[in-house]
C-alpha cells in the first residue's frame, strides 16, 4: 500500500476504479480485514452481477410489454381473418364464364328471330294492302263492271254520287219488291246490297240542309246561303226570291218566309229533289 491513500477505504475505492469520494456515496462493501486481489475480483464479479440482474429485468418487462402488444395484434388478425371468411362465404360465386360457342348460338338465333319478325310484319301489311284493294273493288263493282258504268256526260257532286243515288234506288226497289210478293227480285236485290255497302252520304246531306234550314229560322241570311253553297248549292240572286241551283236543278227560297215553318219546307223539298 502507497502513502499516497490516507485509509484502507480509499485504496480499495482505487483498486475498483472509483474515486474516494464516489466510494463513500455508495453502498460500503464488507468491510475485510485483508484487501487481497480476490476479494477485488469477486467484489467486481458482483457488481456486474448486480448490472446484469438489472438490466435483466428491465430486459424482461419490456419483453413482457412487447407480448401485450404481439398477443393484441394477434387478436385483431384472428378477427380480420374470421370477418374475411364470413365475407367470402355470404357472397354467391361469380357466375361461370359464358361458352363464346353458347353466346354465338344465342346470338344467330336473335338474327333469325328478328328476320322472322320482319318477314311478319312485311306479310302483315301485304294482307292489309290486299285487303283494302278487295274492299275497294267490291266497293265500285256495282258502279263498274258488275252492273251499270257511269255515263261520262253526268258530273258528280261528291265522289261516289251516283253509286249512291243508284243503291238507294234498289233498296227502295227491294222493299216494293217484298210489298209486291216478287220474292225472287227481293233476293237478287237484296244480294246486290249486301256486296256493296252505301256510305250514307246522301242520309247525311239530307240531314244537313234540314239542321242549316231549321237554324235559320223566318229569315234567310247571307251565312245560310254560305253553309248551303259548301254542300254544293250555288245561290242566285233574285229581286223578290233566293234562288239556288244544285246540278242544274233549281228551286226558289224565299228571302223572308210567311211563316216559321216555310224553311222547313224548303229543306224537304231540297232533299227530295237532289239528295
Keep these: 500500500m502507497g502513502n499516497s491513500f490516507s485509509n484502507p477505504t480509499d485504496y480499495f475505492a482505487s483498486l475498483l476504479g472509483d474515486s474516494p469520494d464516489a466510494w463513500q456515496k455508495k453502498p460500503q462493501p464488507r468491510r475485510t480485514t485483508v484487501v487481497t486481489p480476490a476479494t477485488v475480483e469477486r467484489v467486481r464479479a458482483e457488481r456486474a452481477e ?8 428491465s430486459l424482461e418487462a419490456e419483453i413482457e410489454k412487447l407480448n401485450a402488444v404481439v398477443e393484441e395484434l394477434a387478436k385483431d ?9 364470413d365475407e367470402k362465404a355470404a357472397k354467391p360465386p361469380p ?7 353458347l353466346l354465338e348460338q344465342i346470338a344467330a338465333k336473335d338474327r333469325e328471330l328478328e328476320s322472322l319478325h320482319d318477314e311478319a310484319a312485311a306479310k302483315d301489311r301485304e294482307i292489309e294492302r290486299l285487303q283494302t284493294l278487295l274492299a275497294e273493288a267490291q266497293r265500285t263493282s ?3 263492271t258488275v252492273l251499270l258504268e257511269k255515263p ?4 258528280e257532286k261528291f265522289t261516289g254520287e251516283v253509286r249512291e243515288h243508284l243503291l238507294e234506288t234498289l233498296a227502295d226497289a227491294q222493299d216494293a219488291a217484298d ?8 233476293r237478287i236485290l237484296e244480294a246486290i246490297l249486301c256486296a256493296n255497302s252505301r256510305t250514307g252520304e246522301l242520309a247525311r246531306r239530307r240531314d244537313a240542309v234540314k239542321q242549316i234550314m231549321k237554324d235559320a229560322g223566318s229569315f234567310i241570311d247571307d251565312s245560310t246561303i254560305t ?9 242566285i240572286s233574285g229581286s223578290n226570291h233566293h234562288k239556288l241551283d244544285y246540278a242544274g236543278i233549281r228551286f226558289p227560297v224565299a228571302k223572308t218566309p210567311s211563316d216559321h215553318r216555310s224553311c222547313l219546307n224548303s229543306a224537304s223539298e231540297i232533299c227530295n229533289r237532289v239528295f
Design 179 to 186: 210489298a209486291g210478293g216478287r220474292d225472287r227480285r227481293a
Design 95 to 101: 357466375p361461370p364464364s359464358p361458352d363464346p360457342a
Design 50 to 57: 448486480d448490472v446484469f440482474a438489472a438490466e435483466r429485468e
Design 152 to 155: 261520262d256526260g253526268i258530273s
Design 77 to 85: 388478425l384472428a378477427a380480420a381473418q374470421q370477418a374475411l371468411e
Design 227 to 235: 253553309v248551303l253553297e259548301k254542300l254544293g248549292f250555288r245561290y
Design 142 to 144: 256495282l258502279s263498274s
